[in-house]
């Protein structure tokens, strides 16, 4: 079974400027998260999806943030303009369709994203 | 809301020996509580999980117990080994929303 596939592996870009990620998850996953996690910190959830609906986006700074999950499948998040304090890496996660399974994440390796 | 407290930030042990990690939550509605391992490069990855309805689950070297009147729980790694090396995150999480609490993780350091 291939694992959540997320791209680019990295980024650099100037304050300001816009930047986007691009993630797929797992076939028949329905439920998709963006993770925003800080050098030497737990993940913080920006967006959840269920299929292609938004579940909870109340930590998404939304000023410059905007994410989207088109036909319940890919997703991208997009930041606009970019600030210093969004360097981080970008996790991308899914989880089973199946009751019991729902709170089994998976993860993707993620999007360093460095601001200068 | 919940809140997840993980400690120690960072613990050092010999190759071979055991390593414990601890978690505290502040919700007592929290039913749901896993442990990912997350090495250096690569997103977190679940490694034992267990439910309120149990005490304690064991996988070979690891083993998750739970205590629900301290709202507190704990992953021990026995015979450690260099591919233990890691930061090691607990969460929380309740049905109503399946959303995971995150504790701020611990880096095992493995030392041969």
């Known amino acids: 079974e291939a694992g959540v596939a997320q791209s680019p592996r990295y980024k650099i870009i100037e304050k300001r400027q816009s930047v986007a990620f691009w993630c797929n998850p797992i076939?028949?996953?329905?439920?998709l998260y963006w993770y925003q996690q800080i050098l030497g910190q737990g993940p913080k959830l920006l967006i959840q999806?269920?299929?292609?609906?938004?579940?909870?986006d109340s930590q998404l700074p939304k000023d410059r943030f905007s994410a989207e999950r088109l036909k319940g499948v890919d997703s991208t998040l997009k930041i606009q303009p970019a600030k210093l304090e969004d360097s981080a890496v970008y996790l991308c996660?899914?989880?089973?369709?199946?009751?019991?399974?729902?709170?089994?994440?998976?993860f993707g390796s993620g999007t360093q994203l460095s601001v200068l | 809301g919940e809140n997840v407290e993980q400690h120690p930030s960072t613990l050092s042990v010999q190759e071979g020996d055991s390593a414990v990690i601890k978690c505290t939550y502040s919700?007592?509605?929290?039913?749901?509580f896993p442990w990912y391992k997350q090495e250096l490069g690569k997103g977190p990855q679940l490694i034992i999980d267990?439910?309120?309805n149990v005490g304690e689950k064991k996988d070979q070297r690891i083993a998750v117990t739970l205590n629900k009147t301290a709202k507190h729980f704990s992953l021990h790694i026995t015979e450690t080994q260099p591919e233990d090396s890691a930061v090691y995150f607990c969460?929380?999480?309740?049905?109503?929303?399946?959303?995971?609490?995150w504790g701020a993780g611990t880096k095992l350091i493995i030392k041969p």
């Open positions: 267990i439910r309120s």
């Open positions: 996660a899914s989880s089973p369709r199946r009751r019991e399974y729902k709170e089994k994440l998976f």
């Open positions: 999806f269920q299929n292609n609906g938004v579940v909870d």
């Open positions: 969460a929380a999480s309740m049905n109503s929303n399946y959303q995971l609490i």
């Open positions: 076939s028949g996953h329905a439920t």
């Open positions: 919700d007592s509605a929290s039913n749901y």
